[in-house]
């Protein structure tokens, strides 16, 4: 069920963060949020997620770099970063890592909830 | 010697006369010793003449002897009477002599045939010849004397004396001029027997009155021709009107407060003269115009200020003080002046007071002007800056403004559940509140940037402006992956006295500078390192401490130029406006690379 998703959300940004994990917490979701990429890789969090959602510039590890750490542990989980200043080059390497979709700030929280409703519906129906 | 051998023949009487009369022999010898020996000779000559006296006729008395005795003693007293007197009147001869060889001026005494008799020391120095190389030379001859008066023979012949002026060589052949006196001099019949004369050089006393002329003319030539105004007053009155009113203390801002004292005190000032210069500052034709005026209707308002601070220096004992005023011309142009005034030399009463005039209104429109092109300047190097930084600022203000709409719809959804969440609903509210006060202050502090208003001192916590430039720049920062660790002092640090707009651009400026300086470097470590010391004299420090590339040798100086840049689309503008900003703020900036990687910029400010 959808309402069960465990969504992760790694932003730097303590309002966005919170804002966007408040929206997902309303639809039903249970949400765990993440102040740096480091914080996500070491906790329990990851091996039971069934998205992730990564801001791209943060202190520390980019969202880039929890990419490909998330691809070698968890090849088929769900990422999508978001940016607020998307390079060509940025875009390009996201892609090459698999990324699910590589978004621009300001990011509409229905539009996420869709992506993500795609994605796990997809995936329940594939299953 | 003499007396004894005169008592042994008095005592032998076989000479029929009166042999105590030759005591007036001793007597006279004894007289050039002194006036006790005078004396006591003369009691002695009394005394040996009695006991002679005695002893040869008192058993037989004759009346010969007896007269002989009287005519003795009588001879003996005459004697030493006559010889007191001549000692004294010798004394006093003695001191005139002495006199007319001290005085400075020259004595000459000359014979009926122009001979020189006498010669003072005076003379000696005066025309140059020893005494022993004038006397006995005819005076014509040895001094060539020249006077223009045809009647000086005439004069001493009928009142016995004259004075004027002569001309006479010296020695070396040099011309004197002398004040001269001539007294003829005669014989106890009353015949001329020479002249005896005193002169006195007129040349040094000529020469220093020329001397003093020529000062003074100097003096006059410099005060008419000074390319600025002067005038010299009298402000005898002036310290009295201010000394008396005032109460002991501070005179200073007693007199700022009391006009009513001060503009008397400026009224009562008069001008003796004045210069050209000093007229056309005025806007008079002549300077004669301002003799005899009081300035007091051409100060303005701020003329007490400048006043009281002239007089309390004054009455303080300062002999020269200066002060910026404004004045108003007879034609009614208002300049700036500096006023420096000048108690003349022994002008403790105030009377002779040098008032220099310098127009400072150009100077002043031009500082003026060059402050404003530099708060222009300092403007558009800040709107550069905020340009630069256009993508930082957007996403500091996007950042809330997305946080708001997550919020928003999320508590819409929250509303919309079967069982609606109200308390996450407040949440929400509360978070869409405070969200949109951050977005509000990033905007504000843009726009304090951006706006363009005159540089206002005030007191400044850097701290706080620290923490405000890098809340602007920490998204920057962020982009370029560059860690900023600002060592906030746990202390507060004394604030200091600038414009806080002009400030901020400054470390706004170095810590993007700092920034970018690590884009092109190499290095692992990407630290900005921003930290704050107060300096011994009490001045705080802020210090930017980069790991990039440092700056090229020597350049540590020419950095602050105008269009100095490393980076290959700068303007080279941003240091030199933080250098203007720094020194106008009476602080310093300076640069120097790290032991380490990269580079330190910093700047004090006095507390």
């Known amino acids: 069920m959808i309402t069960q998703a465990r969504v992760c959300i790694v932003d730097d940004d303590d309002e966005v963060r919170e804002s966007i994990a408040s929206f997902f917490d309303s639809v039903g979701m249970s949400v765990a949020t993440f102040r740096a990429a480091e914080d996500l890789l070491a906790s329990q969090w990851l091996p039971m997620a069934d998205f992730i959602v990564s801001d791209l510039h943060m202190r520390g590890m980019s969202g880039l770099g929890l990419l490909h750490e998330v691809r070698t542990r968890r090849p088929d989980l769900p990422v999508v970063l978001m940016t607020a200043f998307g390079t060509a080059e940025a875009r390009a390497q996201a892609t090459q890592l698999g990324v699910h979709a590589f978004l621009c700030k300001p990011v509409d929280p229905e539009n996420l909830l869709v992506l993500i409703r795609t994605v796990l519906t997809g995936d329940t129906a594939s299953r | ?607």
Request: net charge negative; with cysteine.
């Open chain 2, 1 to 607: 010697m003499l007396a004894i051998c005169i008592l042994a023949l008095d005592l032998r009487q076989s000479l029929d006369g009166a042999v105590a009369v030759l005591y007036i022999a001793v007597v006279l010898v004894v007289a050039p010793l002194g006036g006790r020996y005078v004396i006591a000779s003369g009691i002695t000559a009394g005394v040996l003449t009695t006991a002679a006296f005695l002893t040869g006729h008192l058993s037989h008395p004759t009346n010969g002897a007896y007269s002989r005795f009287v005519v003795s003693l009588v001879a003996i007293g005459i004697t030493t009477l006559l010889s007191l007197r001549d000692r004294s009147s010798r004394t006093t001869l003695g001191e005139q002599a002495r006199i007319l060889e001290l005085s400075h001026d020259t004595v000459i005494i000359r014979s009926n045939e122009d001979v020189i008799l006498y010669w003072n020391e005076g003379a000696e120095l005066l025309y140059g010849w020893a005494r022993h190389e004038a006397l006995g030379k005819k005076s014509s001859e040895l001094l060539r004397c020249e006077y223009d008066d045809p009647d000086v023979d005439e004069c001493l012949r009928t009142d016995g004396h004259w004075s004027g002026e002569v001309v006479r060589n010296r020695r070396d052949g040099t011309r004197l001029v002398l004040a001269s006196r001539w007294l003829l001099r005669r014989d106890p019949e009353g015949r001329p027997v020479g002249i005896i004369e005193s002169s006195s050089d007129l040349t040094a006393r000529l020469r220093s009155d020329t001397e003093r002329l020529a000062s003074e003319r100097r003096y006059r030539a410099i005060f008419d021709s000074a390319g600025f105004a002067m005038w010299e007053s009298d402000w005898s009155q002036t310290v009295g009107a201010v000394l008396h009113a005032a109460p002991p203390g501070d005179l200073r801002p007693w007199l700022a407060s009391h006009p009513e004292i001060v503009g008397p005190a400026i009224q009562a000032g008069v001008i003796r003269h004045a210069n050209q210069a000093a007229a056309d500052l005025f806007g008079v034709r002549h300077r004669e115009e301002l003799a005899g005026a009081n300035l007091c209707g051409r100060y303005l308002e701020s003329g007490v200020g400048a006043f009281s601070t002239i007089l309390a220096a004054l009455a303080d004992g300062e002999t020269s003080v200066e002060a910026e005023t404004r004045l108003k011309t007879f034609h009614g142009r208002v300049a700036d002046i500096v006023l420096r005034v000048t108690l003349l030399p022994e002008s403790r009463d105030w009377s002779h007071v040098l008032v220099m005039a310098f127009d400072v209104t150009e100077r002043n429109h031009a500082r003026a002007r060059f402050e404003q092109a530099s708060a222009e300047l300092a403007h558009a190097g800040r709107v550069s800056m905020l340009g630069q930084l256009a993508a930082s600022i957007a996403h500091e203000v996007n950042q809330p403004l997305t946080a708001i709409i997550n919020y928003a719809k999320s508590a819409s959804r929250w509303v919309d559940r079967d069982e609606p969440r109200l308390d996450e609903v407040e949440k929400c509210l509360a978070s869409i509140v405070s969200n949109g006060t951050r977005a509000a202050e990033v905007i504000g502090r843009v726009r304090s940037l951006a706006r363009k208003a005159e540089p206002q001192a005030e007191d400044v916590d850097l701290l706080d402006l620290i923490d405000g430039a890098l809340s602007i720049t920490r998204r920057e920062a962020a982009a370029q992956a560059v860690q900023i660790v600002w060592n906030r002092p746990v202390a507060p640090v004394p604030k200091v006295r600038a414009d806080r707009v002009q400030i901020q651009q400054v470390l706004v400026n170095l810590i993007i500078n700092g920034i970018q300086a690590m884009v092109s470097s190499t290095g692992s470590t990407r630290e900005l390192c921003v930290y704050v010391k107060v300096l011994p004299a009490g001045d705080v420090a802020v210090h930017v401490r980069d790991c990039g590339t440092g700056f090229p040798d020597g350049q540590g100086t020419t950095i602050f130029e105008p269009f100095f840049t490393t980076k290959s689309d700068g303007m080279g503008m941003g240091l030199s406006i933080c250098r203007t900003i720094i020194e106008a703020g009476g602080g310093t900036i300076w640069a120097q690379n790290n032991e380490g990687a990269g580079a330190t910029v910093a700047f004090s400010l006095p507390a």
